[in-house]
């Protein structure tokens, strides 16, 4: 209990110390304009109250990744928590703060611009390219596993879900519902539907994570102590590196961040909100990663290998039910489970924005009009259709580890320069001049 209570006491300090620094390093000036006041156009360009903002981006990012990738990455024991901790402060954090932020600076250009501005016309390009391509992966995924969960939602272990003999039972049903209202919220200003259902969104992933944190310290769980060499051997061998840094990436360092964060460029008020959301947000994230990290290494009887076993009947969906089941009763159970089907639907939505944002912004096609947000997102969910019911699908999981990092490898880069502020010669070059325009 102690390594997981430091951890998190870490964490905080990573955002009021460290996060101050990388603030400082940028260069965050509170008197310049940001693009929700000089462009806004009441559909993607909105200024919203910043504790929307902060939870939207939360939500944004959040998805299965804290959830289902701690769970999974508990089996290596407290190398979870070290991953976890020091990523999101030094990797993760930095990356979503950068992506942010440059985009601010920029009119709240997307990733794949500020590539291009920074690294040029090729790596534009190369970076549109996995971008939307690891959008529409996302957008899948992110149907496909609340479709699963929502058919066969139960309230008792191994027990008969509670849709069955209904339509309700059937994934196709929710498959076709979370398309249609992808859709929708792809089409409608952020500010009608994503900013004012977010909030409650919010409050059931926050009641989640930290309802299963209260029942586990109320309880007592021997969670394992970095101390214990013992405990970092993974049930089957399979050896941390590389494994450990994939299995936990929302947690800790995702490059599906960068194409959420400069969402969010377009809302904030001021410059001094970006820590606050951007990094914030990432912090927040890497809590709840290490709450279900911690849970899933001492919930089950005999441990870590009692994790394993749960896993191999029924995946990280199983562990999180039997876990809000049996600590918060069907009630909270329900909110918790909601929680987790949330998540991913809160991801989903806003990367099929992304996509179409992204699409506007290489092609300068303004979005104020209905007419050409139809124009973009038709065929972006024609072509995710295509990917749900071809052989593709199958190996989506595989495909998005790929390009998330490949993401995160290039967003990092792309920060690297306007953030080499100390060396005298960026003062006079292009991309610096571009940075602090």
């Keep these: 209990m102690i390594t997981f209570l430091a951890s998190l006491v870490i964490l905080f300090l990573g955002y009021a110390i460290y996060g101050k620094f990388v603030e400082k390093t940028f260069g965050m000036d509170p008197h310049r304009p940001t693009p929700a006041i000089t462009q ?58 950068m992506s942010g ?37 996302v957008g899948v995924v992110f149907i496909v596993g609340p479709a699963a969960l ?64 209260g029942a586990m310290m109320y309880h007592g769980l021997a969670i394992p102590e970095i101390t214990d060499m013992g405990n970092y051997a993974h049930p089957q061998g399979t050896p941390i590196w590389p494994a450990l840094f994939f299995t936990i990436s929302c947690g800790a360092l995702s490059g599906f961040h960068a194409t959420q964060s400069p969402l969010m460029a377009r809302t904030i008020k001021n410059e001094n909100l970006g820590r606050k959301v951007f990094y914030g947000a990432m912090i927040s994230e890497a809590v709840i990663a290490m709450i279900w990290a911690a849970v899933g290494m001492a919930f089950f009887p005999n441990g870590i290998a009692g994790l394993s076993e749960v896993l191999a ?19 909270g159970g329900l909110l918790a489970i909601l929680g987790v089907i949330v998540a991913p ?52 999981e595989v495909l998005y580890i790929f390009q998330s990092n490949a993401l995160c490898f290039c967003a990092l880069d792309s920060n690297r320069l306007p953030c080499e502020k100390w060396k005298k010669f960026l003062d006079h070059s292009s991309s610096w001049n571009v940075y602090h325009r």
Aim: glycine share 12%; charged share 10%.
């Design 40 to 97: 806004a156009d009441g559909v993607d360009f909105v200024p919203m109250a910043t504790w929307k903002v902060y939870l939207i981006q939360f939500l944004n990012i959040a998805g299965l990744g804290p959830i289902f990738g701690p769970i999974m990455g508990a089996l290596y024991g407290p190398a979870a928590f070290l991953w976890i901790v020091l990523g999101a402060i030094f990797a993760g954090g930095v990356h979503d703060y």
């Design 101 to 137: 932020m440059m985009s601010v600076r920029n009119k709240g250009k997307s990733i794949a611009e500020l590539t291009g501005d920074y690294l040029g016309e090729t790596s534009r390009y190369a970076m549109l390219i996995v971008s939307v391509v690891l959008l529409l992966f």
């Design 150 to 213: 929502l058919a066969n939602l139960t309230f008792q272990t191994g027990g008969e879900g509670v849709f069955a003999g209904t339509m309700f039972a059937d994934k196709t049903f929710w498959i076709v519902l979370i398309f249609a209202y992808y859709f929708i919220s792809t089409i409608f200003p952020v500010d009608k539907i994503i900013g004012r259902i977010y909030p409650f969104f919010g409050g059931v992933l926050m009641f989640m994570a930290f309802g299963v944190a």
């Design 313 to 331: 009947k029924g995946g990280p969906g199983l562990v999180v039910n039997e876990v809000t089941v049996g600590y918060l009763g069907i009630v």
């Design 345 to 396: 639907i809160t991801s989903g939505d806003t990367a099929f924005r992304a996509i179409r944002l992204t699409i506007a912004d290489r092609f300068n096609i303004p979005q104020a009009k209905v007419t050409n947000r139809l124009t973009i997102s038709l065929p972006i969910f024609i072509v995710a259709f295509f990917y749900y019911t071809s052989w593709i699908c199958c190996y989506l």
